[in-house]
């Protein structure tokens, strides 16, 4: 009988012993296997487009807002109100009114740089003003409001009166009559007299006139465009 009972008890030991080793070889199959199928799954893909109505996302615990500014491409309103004497064409920087300093009798044109003849010189030379005919002791207004900044005897262009009319605009009035003017530091209004007509020793030839210069920003141009009357 204990010979029955140890063979017995042998038998049922080694068929658990092998019921256990395929289990285990089971589950080492079943391990590998997900483990392959763990390290051939293709890895997430990012999206190709983002998602701007989604303005806010997340990173761990923290919060990314996004913001996104679009400036507009019309209907833009101005910060600051436009001056009343805007910008004009050729760098002039008014399109208001002037006054026109004597008469409307132009002698002589702007050259803007061609080269013209000088009666008194008897020469060809740059004529970088306006002349506008008078007679002897007629008034002389200021083309707007402004300061005089100088007057002073000049040898060619006889008395001159310096007037600084703002916007970086500044007239010379040449040919005035010596103790007829404004003093340097006055301040003018526009048509008003600045001083009367004398002469011009280099444009002597030609009558009694007023030679009118205007610079903007220091660069000669034509009076009547800076005056807006080139019409």
Same mark, same amino acid.
């Given at each position: ?9 042998k038998t049922s030991?080694?068929?658990l012993g092998?019921?256990?080793l395929?289990? @285990? ?12 199928m763990k390290?051939e799954?293709p890895?997430p893909? @990012?999206?190709?487009?983002?998602? %701007?109505?989604?303005?806010g996302?997340t990173v761990?615990?923290?919060k ?5 500014t679009?400036?507009?491409t ?12 805007t910008?004009a064409t050729?760098?002039l ?6 006054? @026109?300093? @004597? ?6 044109d702007y ?10 010189m008897g020469?060809?030379r ?6 506008f ?9 200021a ?6 900044t100088?007057?002073y005897?000049?040898?060619? %262009?006889g008395?001159v009166?310096v ?8 007239a010379k009035y ?5 103790d007829?003017? /404004?003093q340097?530091g ?9 001083g ?5 020793p280099?444009?002597?030839?030609d ?8 610079? /903007?920003?220091?660069?000669n141009?034509?009076p ?8």
């Amino acid at each position: 009988m204990d010979y029955e009972f140890k063979k017995t008890s042998k038998t049922s030991l080694g068929k658990l012993g092998l019921y256990t080793l395929l289990l @285990l070889g089971i589950t080492a199959i079943g391990i590998g296997s997900y483990a392959a199928m763990k390290s051939e799954s293709p890895a997430p893909q @990012l999206p190709t487009e983002i998602d %701007w109505d989604n303005q806010g996302g997340t990173v761990g615990a923290e919060k990314i807002e996004t913001k996104i500014t679009v400036m507009p491409t019309e209907n833009v309103t101005e910060s600051e109100p436009i001056a009343e004497t805007t910008q004009a064409t050729d760098n002039l920087p008014y399109t208001g009114s002037f006054t @026109l300093p @004597l008469g409307t009798e132009i002698l002589k044109d702007y050259s803007d740089g061609e080269m013209v003849s000088s009666k008194t010189m008897g020469d060809w030379r740059i004529h970088n003003g306006i002349d506008f005919t008078g007679k002897d002791g007629s008034e002389i207004f200021a083309i707007q409001h402004g300061t005089v900044t100088d007057v002073y005897e000049d040898e060619m %262009w006889g008395t001159v009166i310096v007037i600084d009319h703002g916007n970086d605009i500044v007239a010379k009035y040449c040919g005035m009559k010596k103790d007829s003017t /404004v003093q340097k530091g006055d301040a003018v209004s526009k048509g008003q007299t600045v001083g009367k007509l004398g002469t011009i020793p280099i444009e002597q030839a030609d009558g009694a006139h007023l030679h009118l210069e205007i610079t /903007v920003n220091g660069k000669n141009v034509d009076p009547l465009a800076a005056m807006n009357r080139a019409d």
